[in-house]
């Protein structure tokens, strides 16, 4: 049983930390990246594979509850660097709680924050980050969401990567580098097999 050491995000945030925490085989897969650069449709595929594996792990992802969960703390339109943070954070709170008790957990966020990935690092147990490494030539290209348009035309305000400042990983447990023939499915097989094989869900 491993005892994980809490620090809270600053001084004067009112985000809510406990002082320690038991985990048995709680996990916590947290995958990053800008918009666009195919972390939804990853998350989902990862989470396939392991049902098929008997493993039903909880999906978290960003834009789904941004909309759905945490829409009454902050307006859904607000893309704001804080609210973004704070979103960040939320996710962060929320992945722990979960995982905590002993649940697989796959949190699908853009968050790139130096401040979110530290905290992740020191507090979330069994802590693998993924980073989908992306140009934003190639993201404006895709424009898959058309959100690298809509900003264009300004329709949005504020875009990570683009007019928002972002903190890429550091130190990534993996990066993979979305190409034109990046497969969701097959990624998320070869993924989950690598942590099989480090006994990861152990």
Not at 51 to 67: C, F, H, Q, T
Not at 94 to 116: D, K, P, R
Not at 172 to 182: A, V, W, Y
Request: charged content about 25%.
């Amino acid at each position: 049983m491993n005892k994980y050491n809490q620090i809270p995000f600053n001084s004067v945030s009112n985000y809510l930390i406990p002082q320690k925490a038991c985990v048995k085989s709680g996990r916590v897969i947290w995958i990053t990246g800008l918009s666009g650069s195919g972390k939804t449709s990853l998350a989902i595929e990862m989470s396939k594979v392991l049902v098929a594996e008997g493993i039903n792990p909880i999906l978290l992802d960003g834009d789904e509850m941004r909309k759905n969960l945490f829409g009454n703390i902050i307006p859904e339109d607000n893309y704001s660097n804080k609210s973004r943070k704070t979103f960040g954070k939320a996710y962060s709170d929320l992945s722990y709680f979960l995982a905590s008790q002993g649940f697989i957990v796959i949190t699908s966020v853009i968050a790139m924050f130096e401040e979110v990935f530290s905290w992740n690092k020191v507090n979330l147990p069994g802590y693998f980050e993924i980073y989908l490494k992306t140009s934003l030539s190639d993201l404006r290209n895709e424009n898959s969401k058309g959100i690298y348009s809509d900003f264009e035309k300004g329709i949005i305000n504020n875009l990570p990567g683009v007019n928002l400042k972002i903190d890429e990983p550091k130190k990534p447990n993996l990066i993979l580098e979305k190409r034109s023939n990046f497969s969701a499915e097959e990624k998320a097989a070869e993924i989950i097999s690598l942590l099989k094989n480090k006994r990861y869900f152990k």
